[in-house]
Protein backbone atom coordinates (compact mmCIF):
# COMPACT_ATOMS: atom_id res chain seq x y z
CA UNK A 1 0.00 0.00 0.00
CA UNK A 2 1.78 3.63 -1.14
CA UNK A 3 2.31 5.82 1.66
CA UNK A 4 0.58 8.68 2.21
CA UNK A 5 2.27 11.99 1.32
CA UNK A 6 2.87 14.69 4.27
CA UNK A 7 1.22 17.65 4.25
CA UNK A 8 3.64 20.59 3.61
CA UNK A 9 4.06 22.98 6.55
CA UNK A 10 4.12 26.47 6.06
CA UNK A 11 7.59 27.72 5.92
CA UNK A 12 9.20 28.76 9.62
CA UNK A 13 11.15 32.04 9.80
CA UNK A 14 14.37 31.90 8.00
CA UNK A 15 17.16 30.84 10.65
CA UNK A 16 20.84 32.48 9.90
CA UNK A 17 22.81 30.60 7.76
CA UNK A 18 26.09 28.94 9.47
CA UNK A 19 28.95 31.16 10.26
CA UNK A 20 30.89 29.09 7.13
CA UNK A 21 28.65 29.20 4.75
CA UNK A 22 28.80 33.10 5.22
CA UNK A 23 32.47 33.08 4.62
CA UNK A 24 32.00 32.17 1.54
CA UNK A 25 28.81 34.30 0.23
CA UNK A 26 29.02 37.69 -1.11
CA UNK A 27 28.13 40.62 0.41
CA UNK A 28 24.46 41.31 -0.24
CA UNK A 29 24.13 44.40 -2.69
CA UNK A 30 21.19 46.66 -3.06
CA UNK A 31 17.96 44.71 -5.27
CA UNK A 32 16.87 46.93 -7.79
CA UNK A 33 12.95 48.17 -6.70
CA UNK A 34 12.06 47.57 -10.43
CA UNK A 35 13.31 44.44 -10.94
CA UNK A 36 13.37 42.94 -7.56
CA UNK A 37 9.80 42.72 -4.97
CA UNK A 38 10.35 42.94 -1.59
CA UNK A 39 10.58 39.81 0.47
CA UNK A 40 7.00 40.76 2.53
CA UNK A 41 4.99 40.70 -0.82
CA UNK A 42 6.25 37.75 -2.55
CA UNK A 43 4.33 34.43 -2.30
CA UNK A 44 4.26 31.21 -3.21
CA UNK A 45 2.11 30.82 -6.85
CA UNK A 46 -0.16 27.99 -6.25
CA UNK A 47 0.85 24.53 -7.05
CA UNK A 48 -0.91 21.64 -8.20
CA UNK A 49 -1.16 18.58 -6.65
CA UNK A 50 2.05 16.31 -7.52
CA UNK A 51 3.91 13.48 -6.01
CA UNK A 52 6.55 14.35 -4.05
CA UNK A 53 9.61 12.49 -3.58
CA UNK A 54 11.15 11.69 -0.27
CA UNK A 55 14.40 11.32 -0.19
CA UNK A 56 16.17 8.22 0.79
CA UNK A 57 15.93 7.46 4.39
CA UNK A 58 19.26 7.17 6.41
CA UNK A 59 20.03 4.16 8.76
CA UNK A 60 17.87 3.54 11.88
CA UNK A 61 14.97 5.79 10.38
CA UNK A 62 11.26 5.45 9.30
CA UNK A 63 10.62 6.68 5.85
CA UNK A 64 9.00 9.85 5.92
CA UNK A 65 5.53 9.90 3.68
CA UNK A 66 4.90 12.98 1.62
CA UNK A 67 1.35 14.69 1.67
CA UNK A 68 -0.45 16.43 -1.34
CA UNK A 69 -0.19 19.96 -0.72
CA UNK A 70 -3.12 21.81 -0.27
CA UNK A 71 -3.96 24.66 -3.04
CA UNK A 72 -3.57 28.34 -1.28
CA UNK A 73 -6.39 30.75 -2.03
CA UNK A 74 -5.31 33.70 -4.64
CA UNK A 75 -5.09 36.92 -3.77
CA UNK A 76 -5.58 39.24 -6.90
CA UNK A 77 -2.14 40.91 -6.95
CA UNK A 78 0.01 42.59 -9.85
CA UNK A 79 2.43 39.65 -11.44
CA UNK A 80 5.35 40.88 -10.09
CA UNK A 81 8.82 39.16 -12.07
CA UNK A 82 10.68 37.10 -9.52
CA UNK A 83 14.34 38.00 -8.50
CA UNK A 84 16.99 37.63 -10.80
CA UNK A 85 18.53 34.54 -8.48
CA UNK A 86 15.30 32.97 -7.74
CA UNK A 87 16.81 30.00 -9.77
CA UNK A 88 20.32 29.69 -8.61
CA UNK A 89 19.68 29.23 -5.19
CA UNK A 90 17.84 25.62 -5.27
CA UNK A 91 20.46 24.72 -8.00
CA UNK A 92 23.06 25.60 -6.09
CA UNK A 93 21.45 23.70 -3.32
CA UNK A 94 20.51 21.00 -4.89
CA UNK A 95 24.25 20.57 -5.94
CA UNK A 96 25.61 20.23 -2.08
CA UNK A 97 22.57 17.92 -0.72
CA UNK A 98 21.64 15.38 -3.32
CA UNK A 99 19.22 14.42 -0.90
CA UNK A 100 16.69 17.18 -1.19
CA UNK A 101 12.80 16.97 -2.18
CA UNK A 102 13.03 18.43 -5.53
CA UNK A 103 9.36 19.75 -6.14
CA UNK A 104 8.61 20.56 -9.34
CA UNK A 105 7.25 24.31 -9.79
CA UNK A 106 5.43 25.71 -12.73
CA UNK A 107 6.45 29.50 -14.32
CA UNK A 108 4.37 32.44 -13.58
CA UNK A 109 2.30 33.54 -16.41
CA UNK A 110 3.01 37.27 -15.85
CA UNK A 111 6.56 36.73 -16.12
CA UNK A 112 7.77 38.07 -19.61
CA UNK A 113 10.25 36.19 -22.14
CA UNK A 114 13.07 39.09 -21.69
CA UNK A 115 12.88 38.69 -17.82
CA UNK A 116 13.26 35.21 -18.03
CA UNK A 117 16.61 35.02 -20.15
CA UNK A 118 17.74 37.83 -17.80
CA UNK A 119 16.82 35.90 -14.89
CA UNK A 120 18.57 32.24 -15.82
CA UNK A 121 21.46 34.68 -17.16
CA UNK A 122 22.28 35.55 -13.32
CA UNK A 123 21.29 32.65 -11.99
CA UNK A 124 24.25 30.65 -13.61
CA UNK A 125 26.32 33.14 -12.87
CA UNK A 126 25.19 32.76 -8.64
CA UNK A 127 25.20 28.82 -9.10
CA UNK A 128 28.75 28.95 -10.41
CA UNK A 129 29.99 31.07 -7.33
CA UNK A 130 28.08 28.19 -5.09
CA UNK A 131 29.40 25.69 -6.31
CA UNK A 132 32.76 26.40 -4.81
CA UNK A 133 31.38 26.43 -1.60
CA UNK A 134 33.76 23.84 0.48
CA UNK A 135 32.14 20.18 0.85
CA UNK A 136 32.01 19.81 4.06
CA UNK A 137 29.72 22.76 4.37
CA UNK A 138 26.51 20.64 2.10
CA UNK A 139 26.98 17.80 4.43
CA UNK A 140 25.83 18.75 7.78
CA UNK A 141 23.32 20.46 5.75
CA UNK A 142 21.53 17.02 4.35
CA UNK A 143 21.34 15.65 7.17
CA UNK A 144 17.66 14.94 8.96
CA UNK A 145 16.40 17.27 11.77
CA UNK A 146 19.17 19.94 11.27
CA UNK A 147 18.11 23.41 10.42
CA UNK A 148 20.04 23.25 6.86
CA UNK A 149 17.74 20.31 6.26
CA UNK A 150 14.87 22.07 7.07
CA UNK A 151 15.58 24.89 4.62
CA UNK A 152 16.45 23.03 1.87
CA UNK A 153 13.26 21.23 2.07
CA UNK A 154 11.38 24.43 2.88
CA UNK A 155 13.33 25.73 -0.46
CA UNK A 156 12.05 23.42 -2.59
CA UNK A 157 8.22 23.55 -1.58
CA UNK A 158 8.07 27.30 -2.01
CA UNK A 159 10.84 28.37 -4.26
CA UNK A 160 9.67 32.27 -4.58
CA UNK A 161 10.92 32.57 -1.14
CA UNK A 162 13.49 30.98 -1.62
CA UNK A 163 14.51 32.94 -4.68
CA UNK A 164 13.83 36.31 -2.14
CA UNK A 165 16.30 35.06 0.07
CA UNK A 166 19.19 35.05 -2.98
CA UNK A 167 17.84 38.42 -3.84
CA UNK A 168 19.73 39.35 -0.82
CA UNK A 169 23.21 38.05 -2.53
CA UNK A 170 24.70 40.36 -4.73
CA UNK A 171 27.19 39.47 -7.75
CA UNK A 172 31.11 39.82 -6.71
CA UNK A 173 32.69 43.12 -7.88
CA UNK A 174 34.66 43.05 -11.29
CA UNK A 175 38.15 43.62 -11.78
CA UNK A 176 38.25 47.15 -13.99
CA UNK A 177 38.60 46.59 -17.61
CA UNK A 178 42.43 48.27 -18.55
CA UNK A 179 42.61 49.66 -22.23
CA UNK A 180 45.46 47.96 -24.51
CA UNK A 181 48.73 49.24 -24.18
CA UNK A 182 49.89 51.45 -27.30
CA UNK A 183 52.14 49.63 -30.03
CA UNK A 184 55.37 50.55 -29.51
CA UNK A 185 56.99 53.61 -31.56
CA UNK A 186 59.23 52.74 -33.87
CA UNK A 187 62.10 54.70 -35.95
CA UNK A 188 61.98 55.85 -39.78
CA UNK A 189 63.90 54.81 -42.23
CA UNK A 190 67.31 56.29 -43.46
CA UNK A 191 67.69 59.38 -45.26
CA UNK A 192 67.82 59.16 -49.23
CA UNK A 193 70.36 60.86 -51.38
CA UNK A 194 72.94 62.31 -49.34
CA UNK A 195 75.07 64.40 -51.39
CA UNK A 196 77.58 67.07 -51.25
CA UNK A 197 76.61 70.52 -52.67
CA UNK A 198 79.04 72.91 -51.97
CA UNK A 199 83.00 72.92 -50.49
CA UNK A 200 84.85 75.42 -49.18
CA UNK A 201 88.51 75.98 -47.68
CA UNK A 202 86.61 75.15 -44.47
CA UNK A 203 83.40 73.70 -44.98
CA UNK A 204 81.14 71.76 -46.64
CA UNK A 205 77.57 71.64 -47.40
CA UNK A 206 75.56 68.48 -47.49
CA UNK A 207 71.72 68.11 -48.51
CA UNK A 208 69.51 65.05 -48.62
CA UNK A 209 65.72 63.72 -48.67
CA UNK A 210 63.64 62.97 -46.07
CA UNK A 211 63.12 59.26 -45.13
CA UNK A 212 60.96 56.85 -47.14
CA UNK A 213 59.28 55.53 -43.87
CA UNK A 214 58.07 57.66 -40.98
CA UNK A 215 55.85 55.87 -38.88
CA UNK A 216 52.48 57.49 -37.82
CA UNK A 217 52.42 57.28 -34.33
CA UNK A 218 55.99 58.77 -33.86
CA UNK A 219 56.68 61.08 -36.53
CA UNK A 220 59.98 62.93 -37.52
CA UNK A 221 61.85 65.20 -34.84
CA UNK A 222 64.51 66.40 -36.67
CA UNK A 223 68.27 64.83 -38.58
CA UNK A 224 71.37 64.38 -36.58
CA UNK A 225 75.00 65.45 -38.79
CA UNK A 226 77.81 63.33 -38.02
CA UNK A 227 81.58 63.74 -39.07
CA UNK A 228 84.68 61.65 -38.23
CA UNK A 229 87.72 61.48 -40.29
CA UNK A 230 89.30 58.85 -42.09
CA UNK A 231 90.45 56.16 -40.47
CA UNK A 232 88.63 56.74 -37.26
CA UNK A 233 85.60 55.03 -36.05
CA UNK A 234 85.05 58.63 -33.85
CA UNK A 235 82.01 59.68 -34.92
CA UNK A 236 80.95 63.24 -33.41
CA UNK A 237 77.67 65.58 -33.94
CA UNK A 238 78.24 68.47 -36.01
CA UNK A 239 74.94 69.99 -35.33
CA UNK A 240 73.98 70.32 -31.50
CA UNK A 241 70.14 71.07 -31.80
CA UNK A 242 68.10 69.15 -34.23
CA UNK A 243 67.97 70.27 -37.95
CA UNK A 244 64.81 70.04 -39.60
CA UNK A 245 65.97 71.29 -42.79
CA UNK A 246 67.51 68.85 -45.19
CA UNK A 247 70.78 70.79 -45.89
CA UNK A 248 73.24 71.67 -43.76
CA UNK A 249 77.04 73.47 -43.33
CA UNK A 250 79.43 71.73 -41.97
CA UNK A 251 81.89 74.49 -40.96
CA UNK A 252 84.85 74.85 -39.01
CA UNK A 253 86.94 72.07 -40.73
CA UNK A 254 90.74 72.01 -41.38
CA UNK A 255 91.76 72.31 -45.13
CA UNK A 256 92.78 69.30 -46.63
CA UNK A 257 91.37 66.81 -44.08
CA UNK A 258 88.98 63.77 -45.67
CA UNK A 259 85.53 63.45 -43.76
CA UNK A 260 83.43 60.73 -43.52
CA UNK A 261 79.95 62.14 -43.35
CA UNK A 262 76.62 60.30 -42.38
CA UNK A 263 72.94 61.63 -41.65
CA UNK A 264 70.70 60.07 -39.04
CA UNK A 265 66.85 60.95 -38.77
CA UNK A 266 65.93 61.27 -35.16
CA UNK A 267 62.23 60.73 -33.38
CA UNK A 268 60.68 58.91 -30.34
CA UNK A 269 61.05 55.67 -31.71
CA UNK A 270 64.93 56.35 -31.65
CA UNK A 271 67.84 56.69 -34.44
CA UNK A 272 67.04 55.65 -37.91
CA UNK A 273 69.77 53.65 -39.69
CA UNK A 274 72.57 55.95 -40.86
CA UNK A 275 72.96 57.20 -44.60
CA UNK A 276 76.62 57.55 -45.34
CA UNK A 277 77.99 59.22 -48.30
CA UNK A 278 80.44 56.46 -49.43
CA UNK A 279 83.55 58.46 -50.75
CA UNK A 280 85.63 60.66 -47.71
CA UNK A 281 84.86 64.26 -48.55
CA UNK A 282 88.17 66.54 -48.98
CA UNK A 283 87.73 69.89 -47.20
CA UNK A 284 89.15 72.20 -50.18
CA UNK A 285 87.67 74.72 -52.29
CA UNK A 286 86.38 73.35 -55.72
CA UNK A 287 88.16 74.62 -58.20
CA UNK A 288 86.37 76.06 -61.25
CA UNK A 289 87.64 77.94 -64.73
CA UNK A 290 87.09 81.37 -64.75
CA UNK A 291 84.35 83.15 -66.28
CA UNK A 292 83.43 86.88 -67.00
CA UNK A 293 79.55 87.13 -67.86
CA UNK A 294 79.57 90.31 -69.40
CA UNK A 295 76.24 91.73 -69.44
CA UNK A 296 74.29 92.51 -72.66
CA UNK A 297 74.10 96.48 -72.95
CA UNK A 298 78.41 96.42 -72.87
CA UNK A 299 79.04 93.60 -75.69
CA UNK A 300 78.27 97.18 -77.60
CA UNK A 301 80.00 100.38 -77.47
CA UNK A 302 79.06 102.44 -74.16
CA UNK A 303 78.64 105.61 -74.80
CA UNK A 304 78.36 108.78 -72.20
CA UNK A 305 78.67 112.07 -72.31
CA UNK A 306 80.45 114.31 -70.66
CA UNK A 307 80.37 114.96 -66.90
CA UNK A 308 77.99 111.77 -65.89
CA UNK A 309 78.57 109.04 -64.12
CA UNK A 310 80.25 105.85 -64.91
CA UNK A 311 79.20 102.71 -62.63
CA UNK A 312 79.80 99.69 -64.48
CA UNK A 313 78.83 96.34 -62.62
CA UNK A 314 80.27 93.03 -64.45
CA UNK A 315 79.61 89.31 -62.85
CA UNK A 316 82.32 87.01 -62.62
CA UNK A 317 82.88 83.01 -61.70
CA UNK A 318 85.72 80.75 -60.89
CA UNK A 319 87.03 78.62 -57.87
CA UNK A 320 89.08 79.09 -55.44
CA UNK A 321 88.38 82.84 -55.50
CA UNK A 322 90.03 84.37 -58.64
CA UNK A 323 92.20 87.32 -59.10
CA UNK A 324 90.82 90.51 -61.21
CA UNK A 325 92.83 92.89 -63.22
CA UNK A 326 91.82 96.12 -65.12
CA UNK A 327 94.01 97.29 -68.35
CA UNK A 328 93.27 100.73 -70.20
CA UNK A 329 94.49 100.43 -73.84
CA UNK A 330 96.71 97.62 -72.74
CA UNK A 331 98.19 99.45 -69.55
CA UNK A 332 97.41 99.74 -65.80
CA UNK A 333 94.35 102.31 -64.95
CA UNK A 334 95.32 105.45 -63.44
CA UNK A 335 93.65 105.07 -59.91
CA UNK A 336 93.02 109.16 -60.12
CA UNK A 337 90.40 108.62 -62.88
CA UNK A 338 88.75 105.28 -62.21
CA UNK A 339 88.08 103.31 -59.36
CA UNK A 340 87.74 99.47 -59.28
CA UNK A 341 85.98 97.57 -56.27
CA UNK A 342 86.03 93.55 -56.70
CA UNK A 343 83.88 91.17 -54.50
CA UNK A 344 83.17 87.29 -54.51
CA UNK A 345 81.20 87.52 -57.31
CA UNK A 346 81.50 90.63 -59.54
CA UNK A 347 83.93 93.54 -59.92
CA UNK A 348 82.41 97.37 -60.52
CA UNK A 349 84.21 99.97 -62.30
CA UNK A 350 83.93 103.34 -61.31
CA UNK A 351 84.59 106.77 -63.12
CA UNK A 352 82.72 109.69 -60.91
CA UNK A 353 82.28 112.54 -63.73
CA UNK A 354 83.48 111.66 -67.17
CA UNK A 355 86.25 113.27 -69.43
CA UNK A 356 87.08 113.13 -72.97
CA UNK A 357 89.89 111.25 -72.07
CA UNK A 358 88.40 108.59 -70.17
CA UNK A 359 87.15 106.92 -73.51
CA UNK A 360 89.34 103.76 -74.41
CA UNK A 361 89.30 99.90 -74.47
CA UNK A 362 89.07 98.32 -71.37
CA UNK A 363 90.32 94.85 -70.09
CA UNK A 364 88.46 93.21 -67.46
CA UNK A 365 91.13 89.71 -66.95
CA UNK A 366 89.56 86.90 -63.65
CA UNK A 367 92.97 84.36 -63.25
CA UNK A 368 92.56 81.35 -61.46
CA UNK A 369 95.98 79.30 -61.29
CA UNK A 370 97.13 79.10 -64.70
CA UNK A 371 93.23 79.45 -66.42
CA UNK A 372 92.13 83.08 -67.21
CA UNK A 373 89.49 84.84 -69.17
CA UNK A 374 89.48 88.02 -70.43
CA UNK A 375 86.50 90.61 -71.27
CA UNK A 376 86.71 93.95 -73.44
CA UNK A 377 84.58 97.20 -72.89
CA UNK A 378 84.75 99.90 -74.96
CA UNK A 379 83.73 103.74 -73.44
CA UNK A 380 83.36 106.21 -75.42
CA UNK A 381 82.70 110.10 -73.73
CA UNK A 382 80.97 112.03 -76.08
CA UNK A 383 80.13 116.26 -76.13
CA UNK A 384 79.01 119.07 -78.46
CA UNK A 385 81.27 119.07 -81.88
CA UNK A 386 82.39 122.05 -83.04
CA UNK A 387 81.15 124.78 -85.71
CA UNK A 388 81.76 123.85 -89.29
CA UNK A 389 85.40 125.04 -90.16
CA UNK A 390 84.28 126.87 -93.07
CA UNK A 391 81.01 128.32 -94.97
CA UNK A 392 80.55 130.34 -98.57
CA UNK A 393 78.25 131.69 -101.21
CA UNK A 394 78.80 129.61 -104.11
CA UNK A 395 76.19 131.68 -106.38
CA UNK A 396 73.27 134.17 -105.69
CA UNK A 397 70.20 134.04 -108.93
CA UNK A 398 66.77 134.84 -109.48
CA UNK A 399 65.35 134.16 -105.79
CA UNK A 400 68.34 131.62 -105.19
CA UNK A 401 71.26 131.10 -103.11
CA UNK A 402 73.78 128.22 -102.91
CA UNK A 403 75.59 127.59 -99.83
CA UNK A 404 78.68 125.56 -99.30
CA UNK A 405 80.63 124.54 -96.22
CA UNK A 406 83.12 121.76 -94.25
CA UNK A 407 82.68 119.56 -91.73
CA UNK A 408 83.83 120.30 -87.89
CA UNK A 409 87.24 120.24 -87.45
CA UNK A 410 86.05 119.03 -83.42
CA UNK A 411 83.10 116.37 -83.69
CA UNK A 412 82.49 115.55 -80.23
CA UNK A 413 84.25 112.28 -79.84
CA UNK A 414 81.51 111.37 -82.30
CA UNK A 415 80.00 111.56 -85.82
CA UNK A 416 78.17 114.50 -86.83
CA UNK A 417 74.54 113.27 -87.59
CA UNK A 418 73.79 116.60 -89.11
CA UNK A 419 73.40 120.65 -89.73
CA UNK A 420 71.21 123.45 -88.80
CA UNK A 421 70.96 126.41 -91.92
CA UNK A 422 69.65 129.63 -90.16
CA UNK A 423 68.99 133.12 -92.72
CA UNK A 424 69.00 136.74 -91.83
CA UNK A 425 67.27 139.75 -93.55
CA UNK A 426 69.72 142.84 -93.35
CA UNK A 427 66.70 145.48 -92.70
CA UNK A 428 65.63 143.30 -89.67
CA UNK A 429 68.49 141.38 -88.57
CA UNK A 430 66.06 138.29 -86.97
CA UNK A 431 67.48 134.82 -87.62
CA UNK A 432 65.43 131.87 -88.45
CA UNK A 433 65.73 128.36 -89.17
CA UNK A 434 65.80 127.32 -93.00
CA UNK A 435 66.74 123.56 -92.95
CA UNK A 436 67.23 121.50 -89.37
CA UNK A 437 69.02 117.92 -89.21
CA UNK A 438 70.10 118.41 -92.87
CA UNK A 439 73.19 115.93 -93.48
CA UNK A 440 74.77 117.08 -96.83
CA UNK A 441 77.72 120.16 -97.14
CA UNK A 442 75.70 121.98 -99.66
CA UNK A 443 72.34 123.68 -99.97
CA UNK A 444 70.53 126.20 -102.00
CA UNK A 445 68.07 128.18 -100.44
CA UNK A 446 65.50 129.40 -102.08
CA UNK A 447 62.18 131.76 -102.49
CA UNK A 448 64.15 134.97 -100.78
CA UNK A 449 62.52 138.24 -101.35
CA UNK A 450 63.34 140.60 -104.19
CA UNK A 451 65.32 143.80 -103.16
CA UNK A 452 66.46 142.13 -99.95
CA UNK A 453 70.53 141.42 -98.37
CA UNK A 454 70.51 137.90 -96.39
CA UNK A 455 73.00 136.80 -94.22
CA UNK A 456 73.53 132.99 -93.48
CA UNK A 457 75.16 130.78 -90.45
CA UNK A 458 74.98 127.31 -89.80
CA UNK A 459 75.41 124.96 -86.48
CA UNK A 460 76.46 121.75 -86.85
CA UNK A 461 75.29 118.47 -84.49
CA UNK A 462 75.81 114.97 -83.11
CA UNK A 463 74.22 113.04 -80.34
CA UNK A 464 74.79 115.76 -77.90
CA UNK A 465 73.43 118.21 -79.47
CA UNK A 466 73.51 121.38 -81.79
CA UNK A 467 77.06 123.32 -81.28
CA UNK A 468 77.63 126.19 -79.56
CA UNK A 469 78.97 127.90 -81.97
CA UNK A 470 78.51 128.59 -85.60
CA UNK A 471 80.26 129.50 -88.92
CA UNK A 472 78.74 132.94 -89.98
CA UNK A 473 79.07 133.16 -94.68
CA UNK A 474 81.62 136.63 -94.86
CA UNK A 475 79.96 137.70 -97.65
CA UNK A 476 76.17 138.89 -98.27
CA UNK A 477 73.17 137.78 -100.68
CA UNK A 478 71.92 140.75 -102.35
CA UNK A 479 68.15 139.55 -104.48
CA UNK A 480 68.36 142.01 -107.32
CA UNK A 481 65.00 143.84 -108.65
CA UNK A 482 64.47 143.70 -112.61
CA UNK A 483 62.95 146.12 -114.45
CA UNK A 484 59.75 145.54 -115.99
CA UNK A 485 57.96 147.72 -118.63
CA UNK A 486 54.23 147.12 -117.64
CA UNK A 487 51.66 148.00 -120.31
CA UNK A 488 47.88 147.69 -118.83
CA UNK A 489 45.36 146.50 -121.24
CA UNK A 490 42.94 149.66 -121.66
CA UNK A 491 39.45 149.33 -119.78
CA UNK A 492 35.96 149.04 -121.45
CA UNK A 493 33.24 150.03 -118.98
CA UNK A 494 30.15 147.80 -118.92
CA UNK A 495 26.87 149.59 -120.04
CA UNK A 496 24.32 148.55 -117.09
CA UNK A 497 21.65 150.36 -117.87
CA UNK A 498 18.17 148.37 -118.19
CA UNK A 499 14.57 148.94 -118.45
CA UNK A 500 12.32 148.45 -115.37
CA UNK A 501 11.50 144.68 -114.76
CA UNK A 502 9.20 143.05 -112.02
CA UNK A 503 11.10 140.32 -110.38
CA UNK A 504 8.27 140.13 -108.23
CA UNK A 505 4.58 140.71 -108.96
CA UNK A 506 1.79 141.41 -106.67
CA UNK A 507 -0.73 138.62 -106.07
CA UNK A 508 -4.47 139.56 -105.12
CA UNK A 509 -5.02 139.55 -101.32
CA UNK A 510 -7.88 139.45 -98.85
CA UNK A 511 -7.68 141.17 -95.30
CA UNK A 512 -10.34 141.89 -92.32
CA UNK A 513 -11.38 145.32 -91.72
CA UNK A 514 -9.15 146.78 -88.78
CA UNK A 515 -5.88 144.41 -89.54
CA UNK A 516 -3.16 146.27 -91.59
CA UNK A 517 -1.90 144.67 -94.66
CA UNK A 518 0.93 144.72 -97.19
CA UNK A 519 1.43 144.84 -100.52
CA UNK A 520 5.01 143.11 -101.85
CA UNK A 521 6.82 143.19 -104.87
CA UNK A 522 10.21 143.39 -106.90
CA UNK A 523 11.82 145.32 -109.59
CA UNK A 524 15.50 145.93 -111.26
CA UNK A 525 16.68 148.76 -113.59
CA UNK A 526 19.10 151.23 -113.88
CA UNK A 527 18.99 153.89 -113.75
CA UNK A 528 16.98 153.39 -110.74
CA UNK A 529 13.30 153.11 -111.49
CA UNK A 530 10.34 155.54 -110.20
CA UNK A 531 8.04 153.99 -108.10
CA UNK A 532 4.30 154.89 -107.77
CA UNK A 533 1.31 153.02 -106.18
CA UNK A 534 -2.49 153.65 -107.46
CA UNK A 535 -6.04 152.49 -106.34
CA UNK A 536 -8.41 152.09 -108.70
CA UNK A 537 -6.03 153.84 -111.45
CA UNK A 538 -5.90 156.96 -108.97
CA UNK A 539 -2.25 157.85 -107.93
CA UNK A 540 -2.30 157.33 -103.85
CA UNK A 541 0.10 159.97 -102.36
CA UNK A 542 1.15 159.09 -98.69
CA UNK A 543 1.43 162.65 -97.68
CA UNK A 544 -2.16 163.27 -97.99
CA UNK A 545 -3.74 160.05 -96.59
CA UNK A 546 -1.19 158.88 -93.58
CA UNK A 547 -3.74 155.65 -94.36
CA UNK A 548 -1.03 154.56 -96.92
CA UNK A 549 3.08 153.98 -96.26
CA UNK A 550 5.25 153.45 -99.36
CA UNK A 551 8.89 151.93 -99.04
CA UNK A 552 11.44 151.11 -101.87
CA UNK A 553 14.59 149.49 -100.51
CA UNK A 554 16.74 147.46 -102.15
CA UNK A 555 14.77 147.13 -105.64
CA UNK A 556 11.65 145.40 -102.79
CA UNK A 557 8.29 148.20 -102.86
CA UNK A 558 6.13 148.03 -99.85
CA UNK A 559 2.64 149.56 -99.49
CA UNK A 560 1.51 149.20 -96.25
CA UNK A 561 -2.59 149.78 -95.42
CA UNK A 562 -2.88 150.85 -91.78
CA UNK A 563 -6.50 149.49 -90.39
CA UNK A 564 -8.32 148.96 -93.68
CA UNK A 565 -11.95 149.87 -93.55
CA UNK A 566 -14.55 147.97 -96.25
CA UNK A 567 -14.09 150.71 -98.66
CA UNK A 568 -10.16 150.32 -98.83
CA UNK A 569 -10.86 146.76 -101.06
CA UNK A 570 -9.89 147.26 -105.02
CA UNK A 571 -7.43 146.81 -107.30
CA UNK A 572 -3.56 148.14 -106.28
CA UNK A 573 -1.07 149.07 -109.16
CA UNK A 574 2.56 149.44 -108.91
CA UNK A 575 4.60 151.22 -111.69
CA UNK A 576 7.90 151.46 -112.14
CA UNK A 577 9.60 153.89 -114.72
CA UNK A 578 12.55 155.57 -115.87
CA UNK A 579 14.13 156.73 -118.86
CA UNK A 580 14.31 153.73 -120.88
CA UNK A 581 10.82 152.53 -120.11
CA UNK A 582 8.11 151.70 -117.24
CA UNK A 583 6.06 148.44 -116.21
CA UNK A 584 3.27 147.86 -114.08
CA UNK A 585 2.53 145.20 -111.54
CA UNK A 586 -1.33 145.22 -110.43
CA UNK A 587 -3.45 142.81 -107.89
CA UNK A 588 -7.02 142.94 -105.52
CA UNK A 589 -7.59 143.78 -102.48
CA UNK A 590 -10.64 142.08 -100.65
CA UNK A 591 -11.33 143.80 -97.27
CA UNK A 592 -13.70 141.30 -95.25
CA UNK A 593 -15.94 142.13 -92.09
CA UNK A 594 -15.06 140.40 -88.96
CA UNK A 595 -17.63 137.56 -87.87
CA UNK A 596 -19.04 138.71 -84.55
CA UNK A 597 -21.23 136.75 -81.70
CA UNK A 598 -24.97 136.90 -81.45
CA UNK A 599 -25.22 139.19 -79.07
CA UNK A 600 -22.46 141.77 -80.21
CA UNK A 601 -24.34 141.02 -83.76
CA UNK A 602 -27.86 142.32 -82.50
CA UNK A 603 -26.30 145.09 -80.43
CA UNK A 604 -24.38 146.23 -83.95
CA UNK A 605 -27.73 146.35 -85.30
CA UNK A 606 -29.21 148.16 -82.86
CA UNK A 607 -26.83 151.01 -83.45
Known sequence: MPA??????????????????????????????????????????????????????AEGE???????????????????????????????????TPAAVEVPTE???????????????????????????????????????????????????????????????????????????????EPTSEPLEVTVEDKSDTSVTITWSPPKTIPDNSGLDGYTVEITKEGTEDWKAANEVLTISCRYVIKN??????????????????????????????????????????????????????????????????????????????????????????????SILFIRQAERADSGSYEMCVKVDDFEDKAAIIIQIIELPGPPASIKIVDVWGFNVALEWTVPKDNGNTEITGYTVQKADKKTGDWFNILEHYARLNATISDLIMGNTYTFRIFAENKCGLSEECAV????????????????????????????????????????????????????????PKIVW?????????????????????GICTLEIRKPGPYDGGEYVCRAENTLGKVDTGCKLEVKKPVYADADK??????
Open 473 to 528: TKGEATIVKEVIDYKPTPFVERDFTEAPKFTTVLNDRSTTVGYSTKLLCSVRGCPK
Open 253 to 346: QTTGDRLLIRVVAVNPGGRSPPATITDPVLVKEVGARPKVRLPRFLRQRYVKKVGEKINLVIPFSGKPKPVISWLKDGEPLDPKRANVRTSDRD
Open 107 to 185: PDAATAPAELAAEGKEAAVLAAADAEAPAEAAAPAAEEGTPAADAAAEGAAHPDAAAADAASIEEPPKAPTLPPPPPPK
Open 4 to 57: KPAPIKKAAPKEPAPKKEEAHAPAPAEADPAEVAPPAEVEAPPAEAAPVEAAAP
Open 62 to 96: APVEAAPAEPAPEEPKAPTPPPADAAAKPAAEEAA
Open 602 to 607: DKEEEE
Open 534 to 554: MKNKMILNNMDNPKYRMISTG
